[in-house]
């Protein structure tokens, strides 16, 4: 049957290069349309609660987007700072992408005569006297609307925040917001802070890394791979496969509607490390059997080599897909996505090494054999190495099997000690200006991230107020929330200064009409629009919106377990909804550590049982199984001990790992079997399958170490620790 397959491939040589020819061509032409998709919400399934949460506040209460720009000077309130910051907030006004404006300039400072009721701005002028600038310094101290919400309560940074409105452009927004910084110069520093800052420099750096991996990871592989064969097919074919590979890949994003993620990046790091791996076997065999003095043409030396390795090449082949599908057991959007991409461009590069490389090899000239290879006397250094292994590998056994359980034993207290992490801003280390930025705002403004609660009834009802004031008083006591919002926090303070300002009155007001009678008087001296992220038009919903200061796993889960225990104890359907990045952030974490565990067991439960089911040997699929478990009992002892997080990259790990791992396992097994029937006894066959096979198994790993050593050099921290 083999022989059959063997002579149809090469008799269909020429159909064999036109047919992966034109497909690469096909799917590479697709590549420029693909599109980048930065939002961390988009990494959730579309009918995860976390996602629909977010959907029904952003109905009501539009975008939950904000930009800001922080402003760091020794005090905020000199005269030359507060000058800027004006200049920025109008500006920021006019962009059309802002739909509204926080800052010290349009934020208010309500007071009262008790026969009317003044909103003025919280800055109503600039001031140049000590004194003067000592009196507005009170003042804003006292106003719980700005002080730690606008401005530090150190004053020396002040921000301006920039509520967006719904489907606006990161790329456009970010370019209004620098040139704004450009068009009104300062001494002071201005600082870019915010989700869409995040995901701006997500997305450009994305752009980045894929312009970055490709050309020195494919360099590097076209070195590795002249140093392996020292023939120039031995390089180019098993090169060429890898690039074709990847066009597939990505042509395949674009033919299945999908966009690229930062998981994304990963899949030509994949494809150079794993794609090639097939090829370097055939040609690994080639060159073995391409003996001194053989009679054999082209065309047979390529039909031996193919049924040679057929059985082998596929069983690899399909443990590998397997192990890559199992990332399909993942809650996360792009770690699904990458496991179907990963393991089309795998299947591509396994057609294409069994068919494309054996047909091109037949069509080429017979190379010259490598006589460092066939010749005892005159191996090399690596064929010597191999030699030297076999001998200690057999003469040494219970050693290695003591050391390497050993190791596994020690490795496996770091396990305890790992962390998940999902906070975007963490991408990036702790120099750079996504992170110091994000730092400025979790230090002085609340914290980028934010949680939402929507209450549902009537918002002039004291009854509702009151809920939602005492729950916004349990969320400000938590350490972790740096700032809280509310339409209940502005009718307090409207109570208070209709009442001379005095503690017993810092309440909400106890009945209906004084409740309206209050909106009515604002209205009258103040903009509507303050209210209308606060209470909708109909006054029907209300928006408690909290901003928490850290953005770390234990915080996040802290804060959300807090708030629905909260919510418990309230009337039912008051506060239907709760939702916002940082729900998006707590549901991510559930769904990384869920991910692991279930790619994890599946991955490993599935390639063994093909193993077995491919060997026919329940002793195969075991002997599969032993190393990938010690690999992995190392693997995350060590990120344990090492404080590496498990993260949206990290977390696909234990996949690939066992897909791509078991390859030299099989190849092992494989040629030992052959060896074995072959009349050797166990100790003859282990040697020759370690100075025979054991050359292609080292190259392929090899291979593989040097493809993931590439992304050592991406923007992005997870995708850095992941290689």
């Known amino acids: 049957m083999i022989d059959r397959i063997a002579d149809s491939i090469i008799k269909l040589r020429w159909v064999m290069v036109a047919v992966f020819v034109g497909a690469t061509l096909y799917f590479g032409l697709q590549i420029p349309k693909a599109q980048i998709d930065s939002e961390t919400k988009s990494m959730l399934p579309s009918d995860m609660a976390a996602r629909l949460n977010l959907e029904k506040i952003e109905a009501v209460f539009g975008g939950t987007d904000m930009i800001m720009l922080v402003m760091v000077t020794e005090d905020v309130l000199q005269p030359e700072a507060l000058t800027r910051l004006k200049a920025l907030s109008k500006k920021m006004e006019r962009t059309r992408e802002i739909d509204r404006v926080l800052s010290l300039f349009t934020l208010k400072d309500i007071r009262s005569d008790k026969v009317q009721l003044f909103v003025d701005p919280a800055v109503k002028r600039i001031y140049h006297k000590a004194e003067s600038i000592e009196k507005l310094r009170t003042i804003l101290k006292n106003n719980e609307l700005v002080y730690g919400n606008v401005v530090s309560k150190d004053f020396k940074a002040a921000a301006t925040i920039g509520l967006l409105k719904a489907g606006i452009s990161d790329d456009a927004l970010i370019a209004a917001m620098e040139r704004i910084i450009k068009e009104t110069p300062g001494e002071q520093e201005v600082f870019l802070a915010g989700m869409p800052y995040i995901r701006y420099n997500i997305a450009k750096d994305i752009r980045t890394d ?21 023939q120039l097919r031995g390089v180019l074919l098993p090169f060429l496969v890898v690039i074709m590979s990847i066009l597939f890949g990505f042509g395949l994003v674009v033919v299945l509607g999908w966009k690229i993620q930062i998981i994304t990046i990963l899949l030509p790091v994949i494809l150079i490390a794993v794609a090639n791996d097939y090829g370097i076997h055939i040609l690994a ?19 031996e080599t193919i049924s040679g390795l057929m059985h082998p090449v596929l069983i690899t082949g399909i ?64 064929e010597k190495g191999l030699h030297g292994l076999a001998r200690l590998v057999t003469t040494r056994s219970r050693a290695i099997i003591l050391v390497s359980c050993m190791g596994a034993m020690l490795a496996a207290g770091g396990i305890f000690r790992l962390v ?61 929330v740096g700032q809280t919002t509310s339409i209940a926090k502005v009718m307090r303070r409207i109570n208070r200064v209709w009442n001379d300002n005095q503690p017993s009155a810092d309440q909400i007001p106890q009945s209906r009409e004084a409740v309206a009678q209050f909106y009515e008087l604002y209205m009258m001296s103040g903009d509507p629009e303050d209210f209308e992220r606060l209470v909708d038009f109909g006054f029907s919903h209300a928006l408690l919106t909290a901003r928490i200061n850290e953005l770390s796993t234990d915080t996040i889960s802290r804060v959300m377990h807090s708030i629905h225990k909260d919510l418990k104890q309230r009337p039912a359907g008051m506060f239907p909804v709760v939702g916002g990045f940082v729900d998006i952030l707590s549901n991510l974490v559930d769904a990384v550590v869920e991910g692991q565990i279930m790619s994890l067991v599946l991955s490993l439960v599935l390639v063994s049982g093909l193993v077995m089911l491919l060997f026919r040997s329940l002793v195969a699929g075991l002997l599969a199984a032993v190393p990938l478990l010690l690999s992995i009992i ?12 498990l993260n949206i990259a990290t977390a696909l790990l234990s996949s690939i790992m066992i897909g791509v791992g078991v390859d030299y396992t099989i190849h092992f097994l494989w040629r030992y079997r052959v060896e074995r029937r072959l009349g050797s006894d166990a100790k003859d066959a282990v040697i020759a399958t370690l100075t025979t096979t054991g050359r292609g198994i080292t190259f392929n790993a090899i291979s593989v170490i040097i493809g993931f050593l590439v992304v050592l050099i991406s923007n992005f921290q997870p995708v850095q620790f992941f290689g």
């Open 420 to 480: 998940v992490d999902t906070n975007p801003s963490n991408y990036y280390p702790d120099d750079s200006p996504v992170a110091r930025s994000t730092d400025l705002v979790d230090k002085h403004f609340g914290g980028v991230g934010a949680v939402s609660i929507l209450a549902r009834g009537d918002a002039k009802d004291p009854n509702l107020l009151s809920q939602i004031d005492d729950l916004e008083h349990n969320l400000a006591s938590m350490p972790e």
């Open 210 to 230: 894929m312009s970055r991996f490709l050309p020195i990871g494919l360099l590097i592989m076209l070195a590795f791979l002249f140093v392996c064969f020292k």
């Open 319 to 382: 443990t590998t897909i397997a192990g890559l599908l199992c990332l399909l057991s993942h809650v996360i959007v792009p770690a699904k996505q990458l496991g179907v991409l990963a393991s089309l461009g795998v299947a591509f590069a396994l057609l294409a090494s069994l068919t494309f490389i054996p047909s091109l090899l037949s069509l080429l000239p017979k190379a010259k054999p490598l006589t460092s290879l066939h010749q005892t006397s005159r191996l090399g250094i690596f």
């Open 285 to 303: 065999r080639y060159q073995e059997d391409n003996q001194p003095g053989t009679q054999l043409s082209s065309k047979q030396l390529a039909k």
């Open 634 to 645: 190392v693997l995350f002892g060590l990120m344990g001990y090492f404080n590496i997080e």
